[in-house]
């Protein structure tokens, strides 16, 4: 039996998104600005750029949204998101999440990186598990948070009848 979201023509995103925690309980988010998940918590991660491959795509995402540089990590899986999102011609979303586990990565976080078009992250901040909720986080967020949590990553297909943009 399909849904009603299932019939709809979908905005099709595709990301690759760094998992890290540098210390037990806690992970690296960034203040999200624009997009469905603005103002929200999300994963540092992006859109591949049309030369990049997946890892050149965390790596260069990581930094600018993070102001940390990957050094080790290893891909875990892969999730699908759907959901409700005015976006040019759409009235839906699917976002299609490769998630790596960054086991390493140097230099400071930044609570404030530069700006230019595109960017989408006001910054980044280190936050507890416990403070991750799905009213300040994306669903990528939480989908890392079980993982943290677990120590497994189940690749799912979630479909939210509904999303509010903050």
Known sequence: MMTQINQREYHLALGVYGIYAPQPGMV???KKNQGPYANRFDLPGGTMANY???SETL????TEETGTHVEEFHQIGAATFRYPWQYEQFDYNKHIAVFNLVERATGAVRS???QFTGQDS???VVVNLSALTWENSSPLVMKA???LETGTFRATDD???EWKVL
């Open 145 to 147: 948070k079980e993982y």
């Open 52 to 54: 990049e491959g997946l």
């Open 112 to 114: 404030r990186v530069d």
């Open 59 to 62: 790596i260069r995402e990581f």
């Open 28 to 30: 690296l988010v960034i």
């Open 159 to 161: 479909c939210f009848e």
């Open 122 to 124: 006001n910054g980044a």
